[in-house]
């Protein structure tokens, strides 16, 4: 599994998501910036979806930071498996 995972966090950073590190642990937390609305969510899940497909992987949990200070920063689940 790690070697699926690692060739998922390259994929994912190729398309400009960050913190794609983790995988040799077997769990990857990366993000991505992306416009605040329910289409935008959608698309990018769908995308990344296929994205694990194709490497044997799984989501198992979307969700939204509210902000970008983490000072002041939540984050609301939005999928959950």
């Known amino acids: 599994m790690p070697e699926k995972l690692r060739q998922l966090a390259e994929a994912l950073d190729a398309r400009g998501w960050v913190n794609t590190d983790g995988w040799d642990c077997g769990i990857l937390y990366a993000k991505v910036h992306i416009e605040k609305s329910a289409e935008a969510i959608v698309r990018t899940a769908e995308a ?6 194709r ?5 198992s949990l ?8 983490v000072e002041c920063s939540r984050f609301v689940t939005l999928y959950r498996i």
């Open 48 to 53: 990344t979806q296929e994205l694990c497909a």
């Open 62 to 69: 979307i969700d939204a930071d509210t902000s970008w200070d």
């Open 55 to 59: 490497y044997d992987t799984e989501i």
